[in-house]
């Protein structure tokens, strides 16, 4: 059955999410696809965020204990509120740092070279940034990163075989870091398996769940994963640089922090000055100084959303509409050179659509000229995320049309085909 824009306006009626797009800023005449790199502001979240500065402005140093949103366990209070998103328990999960420095945080602390077992295992499909933050920890401990750090090869480019990432889990292997969804193809990986995998071996494992979190719902505590970092930016719709999470499993509860500092406290003990840290009975005991009290803000609100609405829900939009729209590009798009780079498959395929081109980089620029913003991974991805919560399937259908006249029109040969210093 051919799909028209009847279709979509059908889909947009019946879809109970829709209500969703009147609460975030959309620009008019413009379609935003780029929720998985920087969700867009909603006016919970401006809400709370203002509130937040109302708090300083009222209340000056009691706003730690008073106001509206007390700063001093705001990081508690938004790990609480993330908890259901990740599967975790309420205590297991804050909302602190940023992604690499969680992660820098959580190597210091689980990482722990012995006898044979001194490698750390990834992949090479994984986020530079990750690498970087691998490669410094192995330096810290005197350890060569070409010979400590193993990267699980991918056989084309885009994909990773759970098969060959099980294989590398030998007995050299003391930890695995992996991302939850792979930042270019949007490939999940199997985190349940992995994990029992793992346990099995005795070697610990966490995740990078930046492009999952918010988009599809997670199960950490029942499959056993040890711990896990995120950033809060992308679908969950922080805002820019908004504190990131952390997620710990409660068997580890009392491991000493590799990076302490007094936020770690238990919080009734922090205040007693002592020089003997009494760490918190909980995720919290991995938290290093002060909070961002502003870059955490409007989180409050964007969770609130999260909360309402149910991650199964979006989940379950999420899937549908991107389908649509891959559907779409197979009825309207074919002959002009675009091959769909992300699993096809429900069960394998996180929150965007990956697609692949040769003139990607100055396709991405004519979509940008047309209102249309997407965003583009060297050297051939256009990425295009609609988003569970303020996408439209009319919308997709007027992305897919804008592409078709760029490519029929030839729109893309006034730009350069590379890339913008941020893409
Ligand atoms: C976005 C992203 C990051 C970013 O890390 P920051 O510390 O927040 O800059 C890291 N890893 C992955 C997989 C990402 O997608």
Redesign the pocket.
């Given at each position: 059955m051919l799909l028209s824009l009847e279709n979509a306006q059908l889909l947009d009626k019946e879809d109970s999410l829709n209500r969703y797009r009147e609460e975030f800023y959309l620009k008019p005449n413009s379609i935003y696809l780029d929720g998985n790199s920087l969700g867009l502001l909603s006016k919970r979240a401006e809400r709370t965020l203002l509130e937040s500065l109302n708090d300083w402005k009222e209340h000056g140093i009691d706003g730690w204990t008073k106001g509206k949103h007390p700063w001093f366990f705001l990081s508690e209070k938004l790990g609480e509120m993330m908890a259901p998103l990740v599967g975790g328990l309420a205590n297991e999960v804050i909302v602190t740092g940023?992604?690499?420095?969680n992660l820098h945080q959580l190597v210091a602390t689980f990482y722990k070279p012995e006898g044979k077992r001194t490698k750390i295992l990834a992949d090479e499909l994984?986020?530079p940034?990750?690498i970087y933050a691998l490669q410094s920890q192995l330096r810290i401990h005197g350890l060569d990163s070409n010979t400590h750090l193993v990267r699980v090869k991918s056989r084309d480019g885009s994909f990773l075989e759970e098969e060959a990432i099980i294989e590398a889990m030998t007995d050299e292997i003391a930890l695995i870091i992996l991302?939850t969804v792979l930042?270019r193809s949007g490939q999940i990986l199997d985190m349940k398996r992995l994990t029992a995998e793992a346990n099995k071996r005795g070697i610990l494992i966490g995740f990078?769940g930046?492009?999952s979190i918010g988009a599809i719902p997670h199960s950490f505590t029942e499959w056993g994963v040890d711990f896990a970092y995120w950033?809060n930016y992308?679908h969950l719709n922080g805002g820019p640089g908004t504190v990131?999470g952390l997620y710990v499993n409660s068997k580890h509860f009392g491991t000493a922090p590799g990076l302490a500092g007094w936020f770690g406290s238990k919080k009734e003990k922090q205040f007693d000055m002592e020089h003997t840290l009494t760490l918190a009975d909980s995720a919290g005991a991995y938290q290093i100084g002060t909070p961002h009290v502003l870059s955490l803000a409007p989180l409050l609100g964007a969770l609130e959303i999260f909360t309402e609405a149910g991650i199964e829900n979006i989940r379950t939009k999420s899937l549908k509409i991107n389908k649509f729209l891959m559907d779409l590009l197979e009825q309207e798009a074919t002959g002009l050179g675009f091959m769909i780079g992300n699993p096809l498959e429900d069960y394998r395929r996180g929150g965007h659509v990956s697609l692949e081109h040769k003139e990607a980089a100055r396709i991405c620029k004519a979509l940008k000229e047309n209102g249309i913003i997407p965003d583009f991974r060297a050297p051939n991805i256009i990425r295009l995320a609609p988003v569970a919560l303020y996408t439209s399937y009319s919308e997709v259908w007027e992305v897919v049309q804008v592409l078709k006249k760029i490519m029929t029109e030839k729109q893309y040969e006034k730009f350069k085909n590379e890339r913008e210093i941020i893409a």
């Open positions: 940023s992604t690499t420095v994984t986020f940034s990750d991302p930042y990078d930046c492009h950033c992308k990131g």
